[in-house]
């Protein structure tokens, strides 16, 4: 090792999240830094594919000392209006941070605190803090399945982060596997530019975009679903776990009807379950997901319609969705060959990766223990996970409130420890 330093607290990942800690313990004058090992905020322009945009209002988009102010609070903004607006919050601090300066490694030190092995240009340094704070995302490492790797190699593969546009693909039908908010809007993209696309559907639940004059999103937010703390949210801990519904806001914003995409001549199916060659297996589980997803739409309906009453909102009449199509039966194969598909997009989601933490601060499942953020683990925190408290963690309407608390905690223990000295000087 060549060099090594201390710092009271490092922050590891310089996404929104990270940088929303950064912001609260730069105000309150803590000595920190912000690791990451690319730049900030990085993955909206790295992994997003060009028609990208937000699935929330823009009036959600709150950072610390920042708020979304443009002309269109309650449309959509795209991937690069994203970007440019996280660039106009960047320049209004400066952020103690170190670009391409990857964690390889977090132990406890001997001394106290944590011990951190940092790998960049410069090579690999050490630095010592008494508070770390994992800001990496919730699920870093992308999901493809065990087959993947036993079909025809003549059929490209690309997971969703690597997706950008329908031409990137080369010519022919596509294969979109999974509807969560990736897949079902990559699937929509792909719609939209005129390709074949088949697509395996998930269990995943959806929503309407707008409802009796509003966006669903924005009745939610006033009745509260948001600032509701994960244990007490409605349906416990499998309520929390489930995909998140699926709706777009391209073009102003609208539904995602996966019947409606099959009228038109999409091809769908039910969960992929087995692959080899080019011959795929679904399990016949196509219009149990298509209902499933229908039935939560319409119970979102039905509660925004009960608040509607007890609240004496003057909305335009409630309805509820009713199918445009309906498959014959739940196709269970596919040979890729012969529907001239030569391309697979992966949207099965993502896995946590905490092996280079050497900590116990983690479940069984990997995923960290933690109550708003903070952990059993003194002096380590994480920030930016989704339902790390409520809904709106790990989205941009609930990082403030999340950072502003973690930042809080390390504050008040940082001049407990300052006292703690000076008593015993």
Same mark, same amino acid.
């Given at each position: 090792?060549?060099?090594?330093?201390?710092?009271?607290?490092?922050?590891?990942?310089?996404?929104?999240?990270?940088?929303?800690?950064?912001?609260?313990?730069?105000?309150?004058?803590?000595?920190?830094?912000?690791?990451?090992?690319?730049?900030?905020?990085?993955?909206?322009?790295?992994?997003?594919?060009?028609?990208?945009?937000?699935?929330?209002?823009?009036?959600?988009?709150?950072?610390?000392?920042?708020?979304?102010?443009?002309?269109?609070?309650?449309?959509?903004?795209?991937?690069?209006?994203?970007?440019?607006?996280?660039?106009?919050?960047?320049?209004?601090?400066?952020?103690?941070?170190?670009?391409?300066?990857?964690?390889?490694?977090?132990?406890?030190?001997?001394?106290?605190?944590?011990?951190?092995?940092?790998?960049?240009?410069?090579?690999?340094?050490?630095?010592?803090?008494?508070?770390?704070?994992?800001?990496?995302?919730?699920?870093?490492?992308?999901?493809?399945?065990?087959?993947?790797?036993?079909?025809?190699?003549?059929?490209?593969?690309?997971?969703?982060?690597?997706?950008?546009?329908?031409?990137?693909?080369?010519?022919?039908?596509?294969?979109?596997?999974?509807?969560?908010?990736?897949?079902?809007?990559?699937?929509?993209?792909?719609?939209?530019?005129?390709?074949?696309?088949?697509?395996?559907?998930?269990?995943?639940?959806?929503?309407?975009?707008?409802?009796?004059?509003?966006?669903?999103?924005?009745?939610?937010?006033?009745?509260?679903?948001?600032?509701?703390?994960?244990?007490?949210?409605?349906?416990?801990?499998?309520?929390?776990?489930?995909?998140?519904?699926?709706?777009? #806001? /391209?073009?102003? *914003?609208? $539904?995602? +009807?996966?019947?409606?995409? =099959? @009228?038109?001549?999409?091809?769908? &199916?039910?969960?992929?379950?087995?692959?080899?060659?080019?011959?795929?297996?679904?399990?016949?589980?196509?219009?149990?997901?298509?209902?499933?997803?229908?039935?939560?739409?319409?119970?979102?309906?039905?509660?925004?319609?009960?608040?509607?009453?007890?609240?004496?909102?003057?909305?335009?009449?409630?309805?509820?969705?009713?199918?445009?199509?309906?498959?014959?039966?739940?196709?269970?194969?596919?040979?890729?060959?012969?529907?001239?598909?030569?391309?697979?997009?992966?949207?099965?989601?993502?896995?946590?990766?905490?092996?280079?933490?050497?900590?116990?601060?983690?479940?069984?499942?990997?995923?960290?223990?933690?109550?708003?953020?903070?952990?059993?683990?003194?002096?380590?925190?994480?920030?930016?996970?989704?339902?790390?408290?409520?809904?709106?963690? #790990? /989205?941009?309407? *609930?990082? $403030?409130? +999340?950072?502003?608390?973690? =930042? @809080?905690?390390?504050?008040?223990? &940082?001049?407990?420890?300052?006292?703690?000295?000076?008593?015993?000087?």
């Amino acid at each position: 090792m060549s060099t090594r330093e201390h710092v009271p607290v490092a922050i590891i990942g310089a996404g929104q999240a990270g940088l929303s800690v950064s912001w609260y313990l730069s105000r309150a004058g803590i000595d920190h830094v912000v690791l990451d090992a690319k730049t900030p905020v990085h993955a909206w322009s790295d992994s997003r594919w060009d028609n990208f945009t937000l699935v929330t209002p823009n009036w959600h988009c709150r950072l610390p000392g920042y708020t979304y102010e443009g002309p269109d609070p309650d449309g959509f903004m795209t991937r690069d209006q994203v970007v440019e607006w996280l660039d106009g919050w960047l320049k209004t601090f400066e952020a103690p941070v170190r670009t391409h300066t990857r964690v390889t490694r977090l132990r406890n030190d001997p001394d106290g605190g944590f011990e951190l092995t940092l790998s960049s240009g410069a090579g690999e340094q050490l630095l010592t803090c008494e508070h770390a704070v994992i800001a990496t995302g919730g699920y870093p490492l992308p999901i493809t399945p065990a087959f993947a790797g036993s079909l025809d190699p003549s059929i490209a593969q690309i997971h969703s982060e690597q997706y950008r546009n329908a031409d990137q693909l080369p010519d022919g039908a596509v294969l979109v596997v999974g509807t969560g908010q990736s897949g079902a809007q990559i699937a929509e993209d792909l719609h939209l530019e005129g390709r074949q696309v088949h697509l395996a559907v998930g269990n995943a639940p959806r929503v309407a975009r707008f409802y009796r004059g509003r966006d669903c999103m924005t009745w939610l937010s006033d009745m509260g679903l948001y600032d509701k703390a994960a244990q007490e949210y409605p349906g416990g801990k499998a309520a929390i776990e489930k995909t998140n519904h699926y709706v777009t #806001g /391209r073009d102003g *914003g609208r $539904d995602i +009807d996966l019947r409606q995409f =099959a @009228a038109e001549g999409m091809r769908v &199916y039910g969960t992929l379950i087995d692959g080899k060659d080019t011959t795929l297996t679904f399990a016949p589980t196509l219009t149990k997901h298509l209902d499933h997803a229908d039935s939560v739409y319409n119970s979102i309906c039905a509660d925004i319609d009960a608040y509607i009453e007890r609240a004496g909102v003057d909305a335009p009449p409630a309805q509820r969705y009713t199918p445009v199509w309906a498959p014959d039966t739940d196709p269970t194969g596919l040979d890729l060959a012969a529907e001239g598909v030569t391309s697979i997009v992966w949207a099965i989601g993502y896995r946590p990766d905490y092996r280079w933490i050497e900590a116990s601060a983690f479940d069984g499942g990997g995923r960290p223990m933690q109550t708003r953020g903070v952990t059993g683990v003194d002096g380590l925190s994480f920030i930016g996970l989704p339902w790390m408290h409520t809904w709106g963690s #790990g /989205r941009f309407l *609930g990082v $403030d409130r +999340d950072a502003q608390h973690v =930042a @809080a905690t390390i504050i008040s223990s &940082y001049h407990e420890s300052v006292l703690r000295l000076a008593v015993g000087h």
